[in-house]
DNA sequence: TTCCCGTCTA
DNA sequence: TAGACGGGAA
């Protein structure tokens, strides 16, 4: 197949010169630690990199070394990864980290085989830290090295199925110039966030524009084939925001769910919504509850949720049946200065804004 | 509405 | 192998 190595050598050879003129300023372009770079690939795993900036910088000057990370307590990870969503990320650094240090006596994996082991390191991380921190020749495969090479080379494969991860990935490996695979990882995911966009991409300015097989047949806006079939399912949630004094009533979510590891309210989840669900609260009457509930939709990609906080207040003097009915519960109480210490949803941070929290 | 396709799990 | 998992921006 000598033509297709000359071909790929071209293609390859565009890419890096590309590149080599229009690099992405990033904070973690040209750092050479695992763990930094580890840190970078996981906040920005589903995620834009200008929504994934703050954190990478939040955790890089919080947490500057793995042990930093190992040591702190996991509730303080995920206060700080608030509002990033996909939380198992921050459960799963935490994990690895305490793993690498406390196990592996803080060395960093160092090889890709290594890497995949660690928990919510799959083949994309694993070839992203491989390259870039140890020059190992393994091809990332992300959304845009997806679109590029599916463009570039005409591949119509359906995106979302399991066969066209491992089409694509032989592909990219075929591709990856040996004597700089970093470089060329970090190419073809530049080219694609800036040039060979999912809409309105710059095919006019494209050094590949002479050799693009969906250009050249007029199906950019084809490809890469992706088959959305996400079910979407409609929630309804009834909060109950129960105070007694300065006392809040809280929950952590535990797994099974949306938001494992983050803080809300004891809540009943109704089917249609039509019927106010009850819930059994100690001491407090009708009278008790004290103002309109507040409704909010909250949009999620697998599941729109409809919220209705109740609030109810319970007299002082009642606190310790409060407080019982907490610990049967496993419900806890929560000082209001210290609820923004608690991670919670984004759903319950737009409601405390709400009430000046 | 579509994009962020990445990883884990059932 | 399909479905679950967040939140924001285009």
Redesign the pocket.
């Known amino acids: 197949m000598a033509h297709k190595t000359t071909e790929y050598q071209a293609f390859s050879h565009q890419i890096l010169t590309w590149y080599r003129e229009n690099p992405r300023d990033l904070p973690w372009r040209g750092i050479v630690d695992p763990y930094k770079i580890w840190l970078s690939?996981i906040i920005?795993?589903?995620?834009?990199v200008?929504?994934g900036l703050p954190y990478y910088y939040a955790f890089v000057e919080t947490y500057p070394t793995v042990k930093d990370l190992a040591l702190a307590p996991e509730e303080e990870v995920l206060r700080l990864w608030?509002?990033?969503?996909?939380?198992?990320?921050a459960r799963?650094l935490h994990a690895c980290a305490k793993s690498i240090w406390f196990e592996m006596g803080g060395e960093f994996p160092n090889t890709y085989d290594e890497l995949?082991k660690?928990?919510?390191?799959?083949?994309?991380?694993?070839s992203?830290i491989a390259s870039f921190a140890y020059a190992e020749v393994k091809a990332v495969?992300?959304?845009?090295?997806?679109?590029v090479l599916a463009r570039y080379f005409g591949i119509d494969t359906d995106?979302?199925?399991?066969?066209?991860?491992k089409e694509f990935e032989a592909l990219a490996n075929q591709i990856i110039p040996k004597d700089q695979p970093g470089e060329f990882n970090q190419a073809m995911?530049d080219f694609g966030a800036r040039l060979c966009t999912?809409?309105?991409p710059g095919c006019e300015s494209c050094p590949l524009k002479d050799s693009c097989f969906a250009l050249l047949h007029n199906m950019v806006s084809d490809l890469?084939v992706?088959v959305?079939?996400?079910?979407i399912?409609e929630r309804h949630l009834h909060y109950y925001v129960i105070k007694c004094g300065k006392n809040w009533v809280w929950k952590k979510r535990t797994?099974?769910?949306?938001?494992?590891g983050?803080f809300d309210f004891p809540q009943v989840e109704s089917g249609t919504g039509d019927i106010a669900p009850a819930m059994e609260i100690p001491s407090s009457s009708a009278e008790e509850t004290q103002h309109l509930p507040k409704k909010y939709r909250?949009?999620?990609?697998?599941?729109r949720l409809n919220a209705v906080f109740s609030e109810v207040e319970i007299a002082e003097e009642n606190l310790s049946k409060l407080e019982n009915w907490c610990e049967e519960e496993g419900f806890m109480l929560v000082e209001e200065s210290r609820i923004e210490y608690l991670a919670k949803?984004?759903?319950i941070?737009n409601f405390l804004n709400d009430q000046g929290i």
């Open positions: 690939e920005l795993q589903q995620t834009r200008a929504q608030q509002g990033l969503g996909y939380y198992s990320r799963n995949l660690l928990k919510g390191v799959g083949s994309y991380t694993a992203a495969v992300d959304g845009n090295v997806f679109r995106i979302a199925s399991s066969p066209a991860k995911m999912p809409k309105n890469p992706k959305n079939k996400i079910k399912k797994s099974g769910d949306i938001w494992e983050l909250h949009i999620l990609s697998h599941q949803p984004k759903l941070v």
